[in-house]
T-cell receptor, first 112, second 113 residues
Framework: KQEVTQIPAALSVPEGENLVLNCSFT??????LQWFRQDPGKGLTSLLL?????REQTSGRLNASLDKSSGRSTLYIAASQPGDSATYLC???????????FGGGTRLMVKP | DAGVIQSPRHEVTEMGQEVTLRCKPI?????LFWYRQTMMRGLELLIY????????DSGMPEDRFSAKMPNASFSTLKIQPSEPRDSAVYFC???????????FGSGTRLTVV
């Protein structure tokens, strides 16, 4: 059974810092990996999707990498802003079915 | 496209009552998923459908929970009878199997008192 772990569970940084969120998964036979953002009391917004054959994806100040063989992904946020404060969730979609398994999330606070 | 539409946004009900949550998927998305989110357990997959057919319902916690997808544009998740421990945010998500990723609805916040 796939297990997804995110470290750290919470992170507080001053505005302007570059930061890295980590995600690890136990079964490397994945179809893709997706990073989501969730604001308090809101739904999930997809940020980046990395297909299993890809190594990284970029969108604006966000860059996500994937190392399938080691079961790891990182989300890099450059020049963080208070508006980046949210919970970031990593999820992997397995090859066997279509299930998306989520990590517990990293709660990010960017202080002005 | 209006995205995945869920209703109601909030539901408060008394223990023992029947609750029905609704989801309208994005047109053309042939996979539909129901997730539950709680502080203690995070996001858990309850059930998913492919082309309106239930594929995996192993996440449905007990017989009090049931889900249907009578057609490609509508799905329901029903809890009967509801209990306080069912209080959570229930999300519907849809996908098409071409690697564009999931799209989530805004969720239904259920409170059972």
């Amino acid at each position: 059974k796939q297990e997804v772990t995110q470290i750290p569970a919470a992170l507080s940084v001053p505005e302007g810092e570059n930061l890295v969120l980590n995600c690890s998964f136990t079964d490397s036979a994945i179809y893709n990996l997706q990073w989501f953002r969730q604001d308090p009391g809101k739904g999930l917004t997809s940020l980046l999707l990395i297909q299993s054959s890809q190594r990284e994806q970029t969108s604006g100040r966000l860059n996500a990498s994937l190392d399938k063989s080691s079961g790891r992904s990182t989300l890099y946020i450059a020049a963080s802003q208070p508006g980046d404060s949210a919970t970031y969730l990593c999820a992997v979609q397995d090859n066997a079915g279509n299930m998306l398994t989520f990590g517990g999330g990293t709660r990010l606070m960017v202080k002005p | 496209d209006a995205g995945v539409i869920q209703s109601p946004r909030h539901e408060v009900t008394e223990m023992g009552q029947e609750v029905t949550l609704r989801c309208k998927p994005i047109s053309g998305h042939d996979y539909l998923f129901w997730y539950r989110q709680t502080m203690m357990r995070g996001l858990e997959l309850l059930i998913y459908f492919n082309n309106n057919v239930p594929i995996d319902d192993s996440g449905m916690p007990e017989d009090r929970f049931s889900a249907k997808m009578p057609n490609a544009s509508f799905s329901t998740l029903k809890i009967q009878p509801s209990e306080p421990r069912d209080s959570a945010v229930y999300f519907c998500a849809t996908d098409r199997r071409n690697n564009y990723g999931y799209t989530f609805g805004s969720g239904t916040r259920l409170t059972v008192v």
